[in-house]
């Protein structure tokens, strides 16, 4: 129905910068918020940035000021963009996206599969 592939993690010293990518497609009507949320080796799943169809951003507070979340609603894409990265970054980050596949149905919450991202010296 729905797939968010995500793209664009990797190695990076520690200051560096990592732009992250998640393309939405399958049947979708509508794109509701969208968001990154990303998990750490022994930790819970957390929330890095949301944003609505509006263009409304949330950032966790670990990151504001460093990370910026953007979307092309016309391209169904997600995008993150990670500045001044630190070891506590490192963790797998995953898109979330509130789809609607048709005008009668409510929406669901998808998930991509994460990408890696290694802030590492």
């Known amino acids: 129905q729905v797939q968010l592939v995500e793209s664009g993690g990797g190695l990076v010293q520690p200051g560096g910068s990592l732009r992250l990518s998640c393309a939405a497609s399958?049947?979708?009507?509508?794109?509701?918020?969208m968001g990154w949320y990303r998990q750490a080796p022994g930790k819970q799943r957390e929330l890095v940035a949301v944003?609505?169809?509006?263009?409304?951003?949330h950032y966790a507070d670990s990151v504001k000021g460093r990370f910026t979340v953007s979307r092309d609603n016309a391209e169904n894409m997600l995008y993150l963009q990670m500045n001044s990265l630190k070891p506590e970054d490192t963790a797998v980050y995953y898109c979330?996206?509130?789809?609607?596949?048709?005008?009668?149905?409510?929406?669901?919450?998808?998930w991509g599969q994460g990408t890696q991202v290694t802030v590492s010296s």
């Open positions: 979330n996206a509130a789809v609607r596949i048709d005008p009668s149905y409510s929406s669901y919450n998808y």
């Open positions: 399958g049947s979708i009507f509508s794109i509701y918020d």
């Open positions: 944003i609505s169809s509006g263009g409304s951003t």
